[in-house]
Nanobody, 127 residues
Framework: QVQLVESGGGLVQAGDSLTLSCVVSGRTFSRYHIGWVRQSPGKAREFVAAISGSLGLASYGVTARGRFTISRDNDKNSIYLQMDNLKPEDTAVYHC????????????????????RGQGTQVTVSS
């Protein structure tokens, strides 16, 4: 059983920055493909960013590219999402998600068939 606990959400103004954290239980964290998805009321769940296991390759959704940075610390079993220049449309619940094993499309797998997903942390961006 893998548990994910997100933190770092809050209420900020447009243009502000925020860093989300996700602490993950599990002995083989460094192998996990892991990332962030978000969901706003009335909208479909959206892929934000991911970082692959072993090689640590990062990938980003369209709305995150250029503003968000994902990173991982395998010694702390944690990943982070640095979010800069936040916009009101970034308002959502941000969930940390894990995909175990091999994947050919990390974004799709984390979005649609994650093995585990956390409860999420609310990010609200006011205009």
């Amino acid at each position: 059983q893998v548990q994910l606990v997100e933190s770092g959400g809050g209420l900020v103004q447009a243009g502000d920055s925020l860093t989300l954290s996700c602490v993950v239980s599990g002995r083989t964290f460094s192998r996990y493909h892991i990332g962030w998805v978000r969901q706003s009321p009335g909208k479909a769940r959206e892929f934000v960013a991911a970082i692959s296991g072993s090689l640590g390759l990062a990938s980003y959704g369209v709305t995150a590219r250029g503003r968000f940075t994902i990173s991982r610390d395998n010694d702390k079993n944690s990943i982070y999402l640095q979010m800069d220049n936040l916009k009101p449309e970034d308002t959502a619940v941000y969930h940390c998600a894990v995909r175990l094993g091999a994947t050919s499309d990390i974004a799709s797998d984390l979005l649609r068939i994650p093995d585990y997903r956390g409860q999420g942390t609310q990010v609200t961006v006011s205009s």
